[in-house]
């Protein structure tokens, strides 16, 4: 079945340093779409980037992320973390029918001053 | 802006009872999910819904069964708790179709004691 395989547990970072979070995927699907999630502290999951297209960078509130289907990655960077990026960061990736997300385990990310 | 809403936000119960988590979307989607967060913050998928219908059942125990009365509202039945459901139960929402973004609810926790 599906799999995603992110960065593991706590990344720490100082602010203003650039931020890279891995994301690896297994699927038969061979147009695949991939998400990169993140979740605040007593908040819920909200869509942070998406994408379905190879070797195409995608971007949104600063974060960018590129699918690269020949190496099966989807990795998130930012080239300067701020304080409010400290959060839960989930990649995920959907089924060919749309209907089932497969998250990955999370990465936390802390920003310290 | 939350479109959708989850009751109760928080349960505490004993092993063996029986609770109810209800969930309603204003977003006129088709599709409607439960995930279950998990102390780890795993996300997994157990329940899927397209207007009403049943589409993706995962690996989830007997005791869990959803309910769905129309499109926008769908309902998690849990009839005999044990100590390893203790955990955030997240509804989510999307139009349905590969690369639609899941809207979450704010989730349901429960602790079983």
């Known amino acids: 079945g599906d799999s995603v395989t992110q960065t593991e547990g706590l990344v720490t970072l100082t602010e203003g340093l650039p931020v890279m979070l891995n994301c690896t995927y297994q699927?038969?699907?061979?147009?695949?779409?991939l998400f990169w999630y993140v979740q605040h502290l007593n908040e819920s999951p909200r869509l942070l980037l998406k994408s379905f297209t190879d070797n195409k960078r995608t971007e949104h509130q600063g974060f960018h992320a590129t699918l690269h289907k020949s190496s099966s990655s989807f990795h998130l960077q930012k080239s300067s973390a701020q304080l409010s990026d400290s959060a839960l960061y989930y990649c995920?990736?959907?089924?060919?029918?749309?209907?089932?997300?497969?998250f990955g385990i999370g990465t936390r990310v802390l920003v310290r001053p | 802006e939350t479109a959708v809403f989850q009751t109760p936000n928080y349960h505490v119960t004993q092993v063996g009872n029986e609770v109810s988590f209800n969930c309603k979307q204003t977003?006129?989607?088709?599709?409607m999910y439960w995930y279950k967060q998990d102390s780890k913050k795993l996300l997994k998928i157990m329940f899927s819904?397209?207007?009403?219908?049943?589409?993706v059942n995962e690996t989830v125990p007997r005791r869990f069964s959803p309910q769905s009365s129309d499109k926008a509202h769908l309902n998690l039945r849990i009839k005999s708790v044990e100590p390893e459901d203790s955990a955030v139960y997240l509804c989510?929402?999307?139009?349905?179709?590969?690369?639609?973004?899941?809207?979450f609810g704010e989730g349901s926790r429960l602790i079983v004691v």
């Open positions: 989510a929402s999307s139009s349905g179709g590969v690369g639609n973004t899941l809207y």
């Open positions: 819904y397209n207007n009403k219908q049943l589409i």
């Open positions: 995920a990736l959907s089924n060919s029918a749309g209907n089932k997300l497969t």
């Open positions: 699927t038969i699907y061979s147009n695949p779409f």
């Open positions: 977003l006129g989607h088709d599709t």
